[in-house]
Structure formats: C-alpha cells, structure tokens
C-alpha cells in the first residue's frame, strides 16, 4: 500500500529507536532531564529562540503558547480563516483557554493585511485590550501546503508589534518549509514571537513537539503545561528520537516536497483539472476530483493500493514522506489515470 494519508504515519528509524537505550534519566518536571534539556537547546538553536519547551504535540503548543501571551491580556486570536489553530484545535482554546477565534480572510494561508490592522484595531477598542496574539501557520495545512513567504511574515510581525501584540507561528511542518524556501529555519522564525513545531511528522519521531519563545513566556507555558496534565517524569526515552530528527532528518524534508511536485506533475499531465494550477511547494497537495465524491475516489484509489483522506467533497489530500518512494510516484498516477477514467468527466 502506498500511503500518502499523512506524515503522522512515519515510524522511527533504526537509530531512534537505539537511542532510547542505556539513558540517563530524571523526572522532568523536578530535576530536568538531561535529554529533554538537549533536545530543547538544539529547538532553540534551529530557531533563534532564548527557551524551549518539549510538550506531547503541536495542538498542545499552539495552545500553551496562545494561553501563555493572553496572560498579559486579550482574549481575541487572530488567524487566517483556514488555519488549523481555527478548523482543527480551537475546542482547545475556548474550553481551556477561554479564548475568542477571529478570522481574517486569506489566500494560501497569507492574511489581507489592512483587514488584520483594521481588526485588530477594533477588538482592541471594544475590549481594552490589544488581541491576546496575532497567530501565522507555515506550511499551511489546509490550502494544500502552501508555504508564507518572508515578506508576508516579517509585515505580520510588525503589525502585530504596532498593535502591541505578540505572533504566534503554528511551524508544525517548519522544516519542511524551510526546505521549500531554500532558507535556515531562524530566517523564518525570527517573524515570530513563539512557534511551535511537530517532531512527530516528516522528521519522523514518535512523539512530541516543541514550544519557543523567550524566558518569560516559556516559564509560563511550563506552569500551564503542568495545569493541563503534561507534566512529564522519566520523558528523555521520548526525547531521544526527538534529538535524532533533528540531527538527520531535517535535510531529507527537501526530498519529500519534490517527490509531492513530482506527482502534481504526473497528475497534470493526465488532466490538467486533476490539481491546483500552482505547483505544491511542500509535501501536501490536493487531487480534483473530475466527476463523482472524494469518498467514492478514495475508496477507488485504495482497491489500486493508494492510501489517501478525503479533504471535502470533492477534494483529496496526498502527503508525501519518508516512506514514500521514487518509484511509487507512477503507480499513483496510474491508479488516478484508472479512476479519473473510470469516475472521471
């Protein structure tokens, strides 16, 4: 079967797996654990951020990072009206974070600008109070992986700054953007108060993600990490492949997004109403469907050995990794060849 569902199904590799033996452990929340703090001081050096803090996963990052900024006041989150912080977690934030949502229209996950200033503006009259953060998401799930440039990023930043309000970036995949703009990922992250990124995903790990900031609002997120039952004993055995993600998996992220442009490619040549105009510039991309519903594609695609989720009704979503290889890439544009002719119009 190939399996284009999601990054979240890629397994450790061997050397995960060996570093989680012969450790040194500790109780993480009493003395530190010596592996955690490693995997931390890498996180910031990737970053260019002052603090780190490893927690189970990317939602309970993006949730302890909003809660953290709304402790100096605000209650609004601004986003995009696709983001995932919006259309995947925001249960979180408004029953433990008591947290309001507000959307700003958006194209490929970048936000109108004078439609986030005006905003912002006219919560922070009616509540007092500047938004409790500004929140950016790269590469951006739900419009099939596009990837925020710089410019965008850094006119976010300083909005949010003349507002008096932090960004937040939601980096779940910030390598796997950073690979798609040929740029260390600090260059993206210096747009950004905090950010919070998956280790779980494309780098392969089988647990974990990690929260940054600075000093203040990573002591924060600690004390609210513990509030919400994250609390961690003996985690260096988790922390272990985290370190080994981040040492060997960063640079093969590249090979996933061409392998994703490869079968937009391969798609396209089929018909051209297959996919987006756009090439995918990450490892996410969405497949058309040319006639009948994304479940009956889906369930066509997975009898001809192609695994994939169903986006909306009419739309696909193919994530590329690790285990996909070169040689699946024609296979699953045979089998899309064989449905698009079969329930295709």
Not at 29 to 35: E, K, M, N, S, W
Not at 87 to 106: N, P
Not at 149 to 175: K, N, T, W
Not at 232 to 245: E, H, N, S
Request: glycine fraction near 8%; include cysteine.
């Amino acid at each position: 079967m190939i399996d284009l569902r999601s990054d979240t199904l890629t397994l450790p590799t061997e050397a995960m797996l060996h570093s989680m033996q012969g450790l040194a452990l500790a109780d993480e929340t009493v003395d530190g654990d010596p592996t955690v703090r490693l995997l931390e001081e890498k996180a910031m050096a990737l970053t260019g951020k002052e603090a780190a803090v490893f927690v189970t996963s990317g939602t309970l990052g993006n949730l302890l990072a909003v809660k953290s900024h709304a402790a100096k006041g605000g209650v609004d989150i601004l986003t995009d009206h696709m983001a995932h912080i919006w259309k995947a977690e925001f249960g979180g934030l408004a029953a433990v974070g008591h947290l309001l949502c507000t959307r700003i229209s958006s194209v490929k996950g970048e936000m109108n600008l004078q439609e986030l200033r005006d905003t912002a503006e006219y919560l922070a009259n009616r509540h007092g109070t500047p938004p409790a953060c500004v929140c950016m998401e790269t590469t951006h799930n739900y419009s099939g992986g596009s990837v925020l440039s710089l410019e965008y990023m850094r006119s976010v930043h300083e909005i949010a700054q003349g507002l008096g309000c932090p960004a937040h970036l939601d980096g779940a995949r910030l390598f796997n953007a950073a690979a798609a703009l040929n740029v260390p990922a600090k260059e993206i992250t210096k747009h950004c108060d905090s950010v919070t990124f998956c280790l779980s995903k494309g780098l392969s790990a089988p647990f974990g993600a990690v929260l940054l900031g600075d000093k203040e609002l990573i002591k924060r997120a600690r004390i609210y990490r513990r509030m919400m039952g994250s609390g961690f004993r003996q985690i260096g055995l988790m922390a272990a492949p985290g370190v080994v993600a981040l040492d060997t998996m960063i640079d093969r992220l590249a090979d996933d997004n061409r392998r994703c442009a490869a079968i937009w490619k391969l798609l396209r040549a089929i018909d051209h109403r297959l996919v987006y105009d756009d090439e995918p510039p990450s490892n996410i991309m969405h497949l058309c469907c040319t006639g009948g519903s994304a479940k009956e594609w889906k369930e066509a695609l997975q009898a001809e050995g192609v695994a994939c989720n169903v986006d909306s009704p009419t739309k696909l979503r193919f994530v590329t990794h690790r285990h996909i290889t070169d040689d699946d890439l024609p296979r699953v544009a045979a089998a899309v060849k064989k449905i698009h002719e079969t329930l295709g119009n």
